[in-house]
């Protein structure tokens, strides 16, 4: 009941997302209008630019948002990095899910994707929300495929169905997609945030919003998620053994904290040191699961995974509590006992394995720019070399500078068991050993005596000739340096001995050199290595890597940032240009204006006072022998208005002046 209510009130939460995002997008629109209308109006002297600026600042944040509604409301496509599995291509892996699937009571997925991550998931591309069934499509992870025992996979696949069974599905989606969505939104006002300094002003309101309502759902659908989790455990603990489920929980949790490591420390390397790829990276790293030397390395890691708490915006448990409740449960028949009636159960069938070429097109994206894709056996056997001769460049370069430092020139060539065993004779041993501790890591040669590397350096130089010689080869060591398998009747601690005992004793380099004679390795032999190569000037050199203490931008982050001030520039200019449009085909204003007395000239007419007039006063005709002229006399009192007539008034007499007495008179 308790259950049912958090998913009715996450519905409800999602549905209120829907509904902010909506009134934001229709207010933004009602300022837009607003603009635009502005823009027309006859009074308007310029457009109203902050408003415009408002709606452009609010753009990016507001499209984010929309975008995350969207992908939020349909149904998610596959993920990049994924590849489909046909049933001709893998028919093994598609014959143990289907059984699965009708062990567990449920339909079989409609696709199979084989993906690089430690991990399996199921799908359903519902709509409605998830209310409306859809495809359904597998998820597994090829080092799982390839790491987990048979019994172990079954039980991962049998979890993964088991979610479909118990209709898990569609609350799953809902709540996946609400998540998804909900960071979507805060992820594109971050980059909105970063693309813009008018976003970055208001950016922290939106932000903390979508943040608070992005807790508040993931508080609400974690509990029925984890509870799905522990139903999924118990139908897989029916059809394959709860014992079978622990193992796999256990060994996911190991797989999980080794794959990145795998990446990072030796495909990455040999990518940058020798430009290839393996083309199954899946099959090495099966092989260094099973390695001895990592036992205790895969022992510590389980406990420590065991004792983690579970990641607050994890949907699974902590792996505790699962092993809990599994051990809780009744004990299930043995799943490999053979039936009265027929053949033995699945779960003794081998493990289902993808083919090469599903591998190969993975194992691809995991080494991008790889000069070559070579065989995984061959690239094991380079990785090997690689980590066994990697000391070889920095004893290279210290025997050049002590050579340098006896004849105050450099001496070039490559290196040789001679060049080495010749500044011991002389008595350079210490500065040699010097020399080459300051080339190497501070962390491996710590507590070590001075001398120790330089021995180990020496092994290492015999063992790579016997190597070229064709007589020894390197293996593979997991947590060190690769490790040298001699010649038949001689142990791999012997040749580390008689470098140690030369090193220790100069003077017993020259028994050193017997041993060499009868193992047919020549002191002056160049060592055809790559190591060396690279020292010498015009060789391709590693990758170097750029230290920035500013954070790098990915480049989708990148991308979504122009996009974001591409955005945001295009509605600033669109807009703007629109309002000028219309400002500039806006109407005049017309504004009143009374009339004018021809009495005053002053709007309105009035008493004649301080404002000057100009014009002549009209009136009726004047009656028949009124004399023409107005009479001469006192000015009319003070507040009488002459009448008005209709035709103007005569005008007073002007009186005649005789110019002809100021004429010049003529001469005779």
């Not at 099959?283 to 607050?312: G, H, K, S």
């Not at 699962?322 to 039936?339: K, T």
């Not at 004649?608 to 004047?622: E, F, K, R, S």
């Amino acid at each position: 009941m308790i259950a049912a209510a958090r998913a009715l009130l996450a519905v409800a939460l999602l549905a209120g997302f829907y509904g902010l995002v909506v009134v934001l997008v229709l207010l933004w629109v009602g300022f837009l209008v607003l603009a635009l209308w502005g823009s027309t109006q006859p009074t308007a002297t310029t457009p109203p630019t902050n408003v415009i600026l408002l709606c452009a600042a609010f753009a990016p944040a507001i499209a984010g948002m929309v975008w995350a509604v969207i992908r939020t409301a349909r149904p998610a496509g596959p993920p990049a990095g994924t590849v489909w599995v046909s049933r001709r291509g893998a028919p093994e892996l598609w014959a143990v899910v289907e059984e699965l699937a009708l062990a567990v009571g449920t339909r079989r997925p409609d696709h199979i994707r084989l993906t690089t991550e430690v991990n399996a998931s199921v799908t359903e591309d519902a709509s409605f929300l998830g209310l409306v069934p859809g495809s359904r499509t597998l998820y597994l992870g090829l080092p799982l495929l390839a790491g987990l025992p048979p019994a172990q996979l079954r039980a991962v696949l049998a979890h993964e169905l088991g979610h479909f069974s118990r209709r898990h599905n569609r609350f799953g989606a809902l709540a996946q997609r609400g998540t998804a969505g909900l960071e979507a939104a805060r992820q594109a006002i971050r980059d909105a945030s970063s693309a813009n300094d008018l976003v970055r002003l208001y950016a922290g309101g939106p932000l903390g919003l979508v943040g608070l309502y992005a807790r508040v759902f993931r508080r609400l659908t974690r509990p029925v998620r984890r509870r799905q989790e522990l139903e999924a455990d118990r139908e897989a603990a029916r059809v394959a053994g709860a014992d079978a489920v622990a193992d796999a929980l256990r060994s996911t949790a190991v797989l999980e904290r080794l794959w990145p490591e795998f990446i990072v420390e030796f495909l990455v390397p040999m990518r940058r040191a020798r430009g290839c790829a393996p083309d199954d990276p899946f099959r090495i790293f099966a092989q260094m699961a099973e390695a001895p030397e990592l036992r205790e390395l895969m022992a510590e890691v389980l406990d420590e995974a065991v004792r983690r708490p579970a990641d607050p915006d994890d949907p699974h448990p902590d792996l505790a509590t699962r092993l809990r409740r599994l051990r809780a449960l009744p004990a299930a028949p043995d799943m490999a006992a053979p039936h009265a009636e027929g053949p033995p159960a699945p779960a003794a069938a081998a493990a289902p394995a993808a083919p090469a070429r599903y591998a190969a097109e993975l194992g691809r994206s995991l080494c991008p720019g790889a000069a070559e894709t070579i065989p995984w056996r061959d690239w094991l056997a380079l990785l090997a070399t690689q980590r066994a001769t990697r000391i070889l460049t920095p004893l290279a370069d210290a025997v050049r500078t002590v050579e340098r430092e006896e004849t105050d020139g450099e001496r070039t060539g490559p290196l040789t068991i001679h060049r080495v065993l010749r500044l011991v004779d002389s008595g350079r041993r210490m500065p040699l050993a010097r020399a080459l501790n300051a080339r190497l890591d501070p962390v491996e040669s710590a507590g070590r005596e001075p001398l120790e590397p330089l021995a180990a350096a020496l092994s290492v130089l015999i063992g790579a000739q016997l190597v070229a010689g064709g007589t020894a080869y390197w293996a593979m060591h997991w947590t060190g340096p690769g490790t040298l398998v001699p010649p038949d009747g001689l142990a791999p601690e012997t040749i580390h001995s008689w470098a140690e005992t030369a090193v220790q004793m100069p003077g017993q380099t020259q028994r050193l050199g017997l041993h060499l004679a009868a193992l047919g390795v020549a002191e002056r032999a160049p060592l055809p290595d790559r190591a060396e190569a690279k020292a010498s000037p015009g060789a391709p050199r590693d990758e170097v890597r750029s230290v920035s203490i500013t954070p790098g931008v990915p480049e989708p982050a990148r991308r979504r940032i122009g996009a974001i001030r591409a955005l945001a520039l295009t509605v600033l200019l669109g807009v703007t240009g629109l309002a000028y449009l219309l400002w500039s085909g806006r109407d005049e204003p017309s504004y009143y204006r009374p009339p004018v007395n021809n009495w005053t000239q002053t709007p309105g007419g009035g008493v004649p006072g301080a404002v000057p007039t100009y014009g002549l006063p009209t009136g009726p005709d004047l009656p028949t022998g009124l004399p023409t002229a107005l009479p001469t006399g006192p000015l009319l009192p003070t507040g009488v208005r002459p009448p008005i007539t209709g035709r103007p008034l005569p005008s007073p007499p002007r009186p005649s002046i005789d110019i002809g007495s100021i004429l010049p008179r003529q001469t005779p």
